[in-house]
T-cell receptor, first 111, second 112 residues
């Protein structure tokens, strides 16, 4: 059974700070890793994807992947109140496009 | 920017009734998916569809569920005989090459 684990939070950060969100996964064969943002009552919105070990930056967002530790993280720089949402980590495996989601981490950015 | 669309936004039905949820994937996408999210729980995979056939399905996707691409633009999920526990948000997603998936706004299904 593939598992994706996230700290449910809530994670509170002041406006302008760096928010750090973490995710671990159980299937060592996982190949693709995604971060989605979900506002309350809305659908998941794709923010970042990463396939290779290391860092990938896109604007204020940086995804980090460490396959040896089965760990993926999302950093949000200069956090804004509009970043307040639940962040979902999702993983897909070799030969499969099925996404396995974590429960999500609720982020609250305090003005 | 192209988007996945879903209708209706909210569907209320009686237990035992059939429902069909509708999705229009992004036009050049080839892979289509259904996920569901019970209130307060994880997003769960139901089924993926490629080249006019199911490519993967989860344990949730039993004989009560079916999917269809009736024309070049629509993708539907049918639940034959709804149960109370089918109440959830149902999300359609599409992908150009299979991996990066974009979600629609969802249909909230309420089974009474």
């Amino acid at each position: 059974q593939k598992e994706v684990e996230q700290n449910s939070g809530p994670l509170s950060v002041p406006e302008g700070a760096i928010a750090s969100l973490n995710c671990t996964y159980s299937d060592r064969g996982s190949q693709s890793f995604f971060w989605y943002r979900q506002y309350s009552g809305k659908s998941p919105e794709l923010i970042m994807f990463i396939y290779s070990n290391g860092d990938k930056e896109d604007g204020r967002f940086t995804a980090q992947l460490n396959k040896a530790s089965q760990y993926v993280s999302l950093l949000i720089r200069d956090s804004q109140p509009s970043d307040s949402a639940t962040y979902l980590c999702a993983v897909s495996g070799a030969g499969s496009y099925q996404l396995t989601f974590g429960k999500g981490t609720k982020l609250s950015v305090i003005p | 920017e192209p988007e996945v669309t879903q209708t209706p936004s909210h569907q209320v039905t009686q237990m035992g009734q059939e429902v069909i949820l509708h999705c229009v994937p992004i036009s050049n996408h080839l892979y289509f998916y259904w996920y569901r999210q019970i209130l307060g729980q994880k997003v769960e995979f139901l089924v993926s569809f490629y080249n006019n056939e199911i490519s993967e399905k989860s344990e949730i996707f039993d004989d009560q569920f079916s999917v269809e691409r009736p024309d070049g633009s629509n993708f539907t999920l049918k639940i034959r005989s709804t149960k109370l526990e089918d109440s959830a948000m149902y999300f359609c997603a599409s992908s150009e090459e299979g991996d990066t998936q974009y979600f629609g706004p969802g249909t909230r299904l309420t089974v009474l």
